[in-house]
């Protein structure tokens, strides 16, 4: 049952992250459009249907098997500080998760305030903190 749940996991985890990535570039292109315009609303619709129909899916997915990885088969050693470090960027991501939603609230009430070069910036947060959490799982630097 173990490497079910693990694959399960990983699948999870990759759903996610795609998902983390793609949406930023969407509020990108939605940060160009005009307000109103056909290419607005359909970003809206774009935007919705991946936060809600992959985003959280997998979000929620990650974690319940994640916490049935670390919990369920007691292989994981607490004393360890990589675990600590995973730990932390998953529950940071996952704020980042939260911060897309209200983006994603205030490009669907017209709200939009920021420009697409700051969406282009937080682009790379969930990248760059799928690299820490690899690198932690995966090297065990500590």
């Known amino acids: 049952m173990y490497d079910w749940v693990k694959a399960l996991h990983v699948i999870s985890v990759i759903a996610w992250m795609a998902g983390m990535m793609y949406l930023p570039r969407l509020f990108v292109y939605h940060a160009q459009s005009a ?8 970003f809206k619709v774009m935007e919705r249907r991946l936060y809600r129909g992959i985003n959280t899916p997998a979000m929620i ?19 360890q500080g990589w675990m600590w470090l995973k730990a932390a960027m998953v529950i940071a991501l996952s704020g980042v ?13 017209d709200r939009n305030m920021r420009p697409h070069t700051f969406y282009r910036a937080i682009n790379e947060i969930p990248f760059v903190m799928a690299i820490v959490i690899v690198i932690a799982v995966i090297v065990k630097p500590f």
């Not at 307000?35 to 359909?42: D, H, N, P, R």
Request: glycine share 16%; aromatic share 22%.
């Open 97 to 109: 998760h939260g911060w897309y939603g209200s983006m994603l609230r205030a490009f669907t009430e």
């Open 35 to 42: 307000v109103g315009s056909e290419k607005a609303e359909t």
């Open 61 to 79: 997915a990650t974690w319940l098997f994640g916490l049935w990885l670390a919990f369920g088969f007691g292989i994981v050693d607490f004393s």
